[in-house]
């Protein structure tokens, strides 16, 4: 019996990055998930001008650990998707996949490049009727393990784990 993720695919988008000097560029593309969502065919996002932007969060410069955020923001035309449709409750019921496409010449391959859950405190909207630009932000949570010593023995962990099984278990803390 396998595992069945409780997310369900809601929004998609797409985007190029800006074309280098041999005039190629980079495709892009996301998917935004919502916990116990119904199966149903996704809406697809019109992406803004500049789509998308990944960062680091400010950590201390030598942790093995840095957690970073990704910032997308797409267009609300016609009132089609306001921020009001990712409002939760909870705070993992929006998740995002964002992956790049990998051309070799002969075969494309999908590369995941960040995975993480929104921030309904950081997204904006400018209120408005016409068409704008909502921001939507998501973090990978990793910021949550600088506060756990991976050099020494838990009291809650007290048998040999690897550094992902403490991750996992950071992850699950609230």
């Not at 939760?88 to 790049?100: A, C, G, M, P, Q």
């Not at 496409?101 to 490049?113: A, E, F, K, P, Y």
């Not at 904006?124 to 393990?145: C, Q, S």
Request: a negative charge.
């Amino acid at each position: 019996m396998g595992y069945t993720s409780p997310y369900g695919l809601v929004y998609l988008g797409q985007f190029d990055s800006i074309p280098r000097s041999g005039g190629t560029s980079d495709s892009y593309y996301f998917n935004i998930f919502k916990k116990n969502a119904p199966s149903q065919r996704p809406t697809t996002l019109i992406c803004a001008a500049s789509p998308c932007v990944h960062t680091y969060l400010n950590d201390e410069p030598k942790t093995y650990i840095k957690g970073s955020e990704l910032e997308i923001t797409v267009i609300n035309l016609n009132d089609s998707v306001p921020l009001s449709s990712f409002y939760s409750e909870e705070d993992d019921d929006w998740k995002i996949e964002l992956y790049t496409s990998i051309d070799n010449g002969t075969s494309v391959t999908n590369q995941l490049l960040f995975s993480g859950y929104l921030i309904q405190e950081n997204c904006e909207e400018v209120l408005t009727d016409i068409g704008h630009e909502i921001k939507l932000v998501f973090n990978d949570n990793l910021g949550l393990l600088k506060e756990i010593k991976l050099d020494r023995k838990s009291t809650r962990l007290n048998s040999s784990h690897t550094v992902i099984s403490y991750a996992v278990f950071c992850l699950k803390k609230k």
